[in-house]
């Protein structure tokens, strides 16, 4: 997945969280929110910047086999461990 397929899954999740009327507006500029967990989720708030990193594109293309465009949380949902997430973004 290159990085305009990133965006427009990117773009349609937010689509989505926006017309669930989700918490979208205490992100700040130039970020987007995120829900991480197997089971029980987390909420991260990551930098736009990210979508470039190819380890978060496979997450993104996972996210996308299970869960399409309708993710259970109104925002991006990844099944992944939370630790395995913290270490990709703190890259």
Known sequence: MGFRN??????RSLSNLSQAGSKSL?????????Y???SEK??????IDLLKEP???????????????EHPMGGI???CDEDIFSDLISR
Request: aromatic share 14%.
């Open 42 to 47: 987390r909420r991260f708030v990551v930098p």
């Open 36 to 38: 991480v967990g197997e």
């Open 77 to 79: 949902t990844i099944s």
């Open 6 to 11: 990133a965006k427009k899954s990117l773009l």
């Open 55 to 69: 380890a978060f594109q496979e997450l993104l293309n996972e996210a996308e086999e299970e869960y399409g465009y």
């Open 26 to 34: 205490d992100v700040p500029k130039g970020y987007f929110a995120v």
